[in-house]
Each structure stands twice: as structure tokens, then as C-alpha cells.
């Protein structure tokens, strides 16, 4: 039997999404972390009824714990620990310790700031978190990291009441994982193992035929939580099972290399981005690019350390900067196409050149929405990756979407492609 | 009495924190233009059990509009508008028509695909997207943007079920709304103006501040709802109030204007990106960027229609880069070092002249984490923008944050640079 959790995240910032909400994800993986299967996550503002609301849904849903952020400050708006003590039937208390260590905190900040800051009157601010020091009877406290406590009520459900700043909200959950009433409401939790496979190049459906290969033939198939996710061309695959499924998930991963070995390319939950990094490590790289415009050098420094291996780039946007910056023959543009093959190879070769660099990409392609033709719709990009022993691999390809699409999925392809062919692939 | 709504994220990946929801925030931001009040957002996983518990939750709130996001691919674990069929009572079944639809969609993917892709099995494609043409009884279809259908579920609550890809999510959100059932079921809303002021390089607080002398100088100044967010340094303000009180807000904007011309960029919505892309036209520009390595290029040529005013840039990440290819004097890095002003403007001047550009601007800084200095610190950024009129404005500033803030920060001061020059400014 495992242990489900739900987690409510409050506030009218986040439920509006002009604050963009850090603690459920947060929270989410440190449950998984911890072998609390989640449930649900619920969002709200900070209105007492709708809080409630969410509190007894999860706890008619049965959920063993619930983890609140969010609404533990001291304005009026601030309501989340007065609903939680509504929601556990305990009444409200003030803890003049607590209060005491709050005003302590206060008056440490006060003094910090006061070099630059107006007068303050300090008795009015501690009679505005005079609030946060009343805690539901019978409830943990967690110290504040911050000047918000958190508390944790036991009980079915077990509630965790963490305050919204992230950078207070995470330690302190650290402080409650270790309470007695977490640990017990939590006692049946199963540890789960995790593992990201990622794939280049398959379709969705393509890989759900695979899977339903896998129903038939692996024995304990159905005892793993599979879950696929499509993005910019790469497909990934988290597959969670309890350590004694080893075998199982090993079957999987045969199945899956079996069936699909050429766009298997991390088994590990590497990305292609760690896999290039560590690739290019004692080589030096250049850029020329066109429709994807100093996208692949800005994702290439994207990691520190990066200036080891990364010369620079050119965006050759124009066909002037193409042949005055890299070296490409104008006549070859005027005979292809900006668009073309030998252009690419051209700006390839010109970028290894330029930079004196051992590795080049370049990129020259039709993002749209207009520029298109019959014979080079919207979408069709020229890949080409030249390595300094002479190695040139050059590829077209047509790429559905916006023109945000093409250029982030080109920049994608390119990645792929300097992987392989630094792997000693044929970049196909 | 005012229309509520809720929103439904369904999606393992999502709620696992894996992947981060974009539509939860963005479908709360349309039905606030809409006039209809957001109450919750519910976050679970692919499971129908609880997908039916949360809508079921919902309908209980005695919310008028549930819209969901997810779960309508063609595995197995998209189980979305089947949950909402059975939560409305309404039986599931094929319409042939869509069915064909679909089928066409796929057709043209794999051909246009076929040329680098091996060959694939159509019927088994077909298959797995027969049951994305399974529709509620009643229900009206809202045609895919991708090759997932959604659908509007008219009742009390009325649902409306959309795909999870927010490229296909939000122009299919513009039909839902445009359906009878939908209009039918917010009938009641009230319509608000939202009107959006930018600023930048005004901390919170000192907007704050004018925002409380509004408080006592403004009639009506309560009746606005503002909402404020900062984001690389822009400050955006966010303000709804109904038709009757254009006044009020006239007041609120000459108040803002009186206090803070200088960081009032724009009044109309219109993004830095916008202004740029309208101050260069007719014009030329040429980037050449270290730090930001290639976002500057690819920021500027995000948008449609940038080749005709974009010819390149370099992206000089090394010392030779900079000397070999932006002509800066190596003599000039070993006396000031890359990162300095002299080298900023050396760069901005060679890109002028390397791409026979009107408008350049360059950048050289230290986004960490590494190969910071007392001197120097991570987060030192140099800007020169250099015009064709032999005007330059060269400025050094201290960004806060990890290595991704910084690059993207200096990304966005760039603009604004690039902004003020183009339009007379200093610069400053």
C-alpha cells in the first residue's frame, strides 16, 4: 500500500501565473526523492474558502500528507495557517517563545537596513507578525529561515504548512521531513527507483507500438509507472519501478535498444547538451549560422566552462556576411541558393578556417513564415558539420512549425548532429 | 455575480515537475481578459481516477467553466476526453469524418518526413490515432492544430478539453471561446480593460512608493486592480479596471510618467523587442557579442520579416575571434583586458565596418560562475552600441545572479541600449 500526497500551492500571484511557481515542482521531486507517490497538485488564492476547498478534497481523496506554500506572511492577506487549524478542527494559540524569536529575527533586520532606510516603527511591525506566531494547538513548529514558522498538524491527513519564498519554503521542508508526525503519516512509503532513457528522431507512435511489444513479452511489465514526453524532436522516457523490477526495467531497456538503437541516444538521463560538452572536451568549435542566428553559440556557452572549447561563430545572416566573413564563394550562391548544401558545407568549412577551430556547424535554412518556394518550402534547413581531419557530413531537412520552431528545432538537430559525428557516427 | 472557472493540468511529467506548465499560466491570463475569475488549478497525472476527482472537485466548487490541458495523444496514457466523457455522462464514440481528418494530418507528416525518415507502418499510426477521433456525445469539436482534436462539452460545468503542446493549445483556446457553449456559460462576465505599462531600470520599491502617493491623489484609484512583475529588470504593470473608470487610469499613467519618465519605456504593451525592431527599420545591424554569445543575433532576429534590416553578427568568444575577426587590437585586450570599454567599442566599431553596417552593438563580460576579480566581478557586463553617424554610447554594469541571469540580462540592457541611441536618448 503506498503513501499519497497532495500538495497546495497558495496565492493569487501564482494562481494568475505573473509568479511562476517553483515550490510544486520543487516539492513534487523531494516527495518522489522520499517514496511518496504524489497526487495531486492544487492551486489557489488567498481566499480561506477556496483553500479549504482544496484541503478537504485531498483529504477526501485519502491522501496521507499534505504540503502547503505559500501565505504565511504578515499581512491580512496571509491566511494559511488560521485555514489549516480551521481544516484540523484545532484551535489557534499564540506561542509567546515563538513570538519572542520572531521579534529577535525582526530586530536583527531592522538594524541591518536602518543605514539606508527611513525611521521604523517597530512596534507596529511586530504588531503586524504578531500573527505568525499563532500556531494550531498541538502542532510542530519549524524555525523560521526567514521571519515566517512553519508548523506541521499530525493527524490523517498529516499538514505541512511551509512559507512561498523558495529559498525559505526548501530548507525548512528538510526540518520537516524529520518531524515524528511526517515520519509516521508516512511510515508505508515505497522507494522507487527512476531512470530517463531519451531518444532523437522517433515518433510518439513509433515508440507506443514498441511499449505495446513490451505489454506482451516482458513478464512485470505492467508493475513499472512508464511515462513519455515529446519535446523539440526528443523523446523522453521515465520509467519508475521498485528496486526489486530490476530485471524488469532491464528488459525494457533491451526491448527499446532492439527496436530503436540509432535514436537511443542517452540511457543515463544525460542530455545531448552534457554529451556534446563532454565530446568537444580538447577540441575547439565554431559556428556559421544563418536561420538559427547565434541560437547553437548561445546554447553551446550556455555551461560554464565552456570557453575551453568554444572559438566564437558567425551569424551570416546576410549573403554579403556569408561570403565576406566566412569565405563562401558567391558564385556558389548565386549557382544553389542561399538554401543549399554546398552553401552549408561552405560556411562549415569557412567557420573551421576563420576560427582556426577542429569542429564547425553550420546552419542555413527557410524559418518563415515567408521567404518559402516550391522547391525550399518554410521548414527546410541545410545541416553541415566539418571536423578538422576532413570529416564533412551535410544534411536537408524539412521541419514543421512556427518560425520559433524550426529555429529552436534546428538548433536541436545540430546538436544531434555534432554528437554523432564527434562520436564517429555517420550524423545520419 | 460573477462567472468562475477552473483549469485542469493533467500530464505525469507536469505534475512530477519534469516538465513546467506553461498553460495553467496562460489559460489564467485569458480568462482574466475574458472576464471570467480563475478559482483554481488542479495539477495530477495521466490517471482517470484522479483526472474524474478533480473535475468532480470542481463542478462541487460550482465552478461555471472547467477547461483542461493534456492527455490527448494517441498512447495509452492520454486518457483525457475519456475521463470527461464519463465525468459529463456522455457516451464516447468515433466520428468517421474527424477520423479522415486526422488520418489526412498524418499523411502529410509522413510524406513530408519520408525523404530522411525510413519507412512507416501507416495502418499502425492510423490505429494508435483512432481513438483521438473518439468524441462525447453533444460535444463540439474543436479542430487540431496538431493532429489532437479538442473538444467543448456543454453542460453545467461547461469543459472544454485542449491538447498539452502550448503551440496547439492556445490558437485552439481562441475557437473554444468563439463555441455557443462556452459563450453560453460565461454569459454572466463582466468585461474589464487591461492595459500594460513597461519599465525598466526602476526597482520595485520605487514603484511601490509612487503607487501609495496614487492611494491618496487619485478619486477611484481603489476600483484598479494593478498587478505588478519584474523580469530582467523590466518592470511590468498590469492593470484592469472597468470601461467607466478610463479616467482613473489616465491619472494613474500621468502620475507613473511624472515620477518615472525616464524608466517608462512603453504605455501601449509594446515589448523593447517591438520598438528595436520598428527604430530599425531602414536601417542596418551588426552584433558582436562575447558574453551573450550569439542571443543578441538570435533575439534580433526572432521575429519575422529581421533579415531586412539584420546582417550578421559575430560571436567572438576567444581573444583571437576578436582580433581575427572584428579587427580589435590585440594590443588593446592585453593593456585593458577583453572585458572593458576600449574593447566593447573596438568590437561594436569592427562589426560597423566587417558587415558595412549603420548600427552595431557589442558586448564582453564575465557571466561566471568563474573568472571573476576583485576588479572585475562575475556579473561585469561592457555594452557599446556604435552608430553610422560615428555616435557611440559605451557603458559597464554589475548584473546580479548565476550565469544564465546574467547572459539574459545582458541580453535585455543591450535592447534598451539599443532603443535609446536609435531614438536620440543618451543611452543612459
Redesign the interface.
Known sequence: MSVRAGIVVTGT?V??????DLN???L??RL?EFGVE????????DRPA?IL??LR?LAA?GVDLIVTSGGLGPTADDVTVATVAEFCGRELLLDPELEERIADILRRMIQRRTTSSTAVDFEAVLAANRKQAMVPVGAEILEPVGTAPGVVVPGTPTVVVLPGPPRELQPMWARAVATAAVQQATAGRTTYRQETIRMF?L???G???T?RIGEQSIAGFERM?????L?RGEL?I?TRYEPDDVDVYAGLVGLLRDHHAREMFSTDGALIDDQVAALLSGRTIA?A?SC???????R???R????AY?????????N??KS??LGVDAALIAEHGAVSEPVAEAMAAGALR???ADTAIATTGIA????GSAEKPVGTVCFSVALGDGTTTT????L??????V?ERSTTVAMHMLARALSGGDGD
Chains 1, 2 share one sequence.
Request: negative net charge.
Open positions: 500571484e494562481l494568475t501565473g505573473r509568479v511562476r510544486g515542482p520543487w513534487a521531486d518522489l504524489l497526487a495531486h497538485i492544487t492551486i489557489c488564492g477556496d476547498a482544496q478534497f481523496e528522431g515518433p510518439e507512435s515508440l507506443a507500438e511499449l509507472e512508464i511515462t513519455t514526453c519535446r523522453e521515465v559556428t549560422e538559427t542566428a547565434g541560437m547553437i553559440a548561445a553551446l556557452t550556455d560554464a566552462g565552456s570557453s568554444v572559438a566564437g561563430g558567425v551569424v551570416s545572416y546576410s554579403e556576411a565576406d566573413l576563420r576560427f582556426g518563415g513564415p515567408g521567404g544534411r536537408t531537412l524539412l514543421p512549425g512556427s518560425r520559433s520552431d529555429r
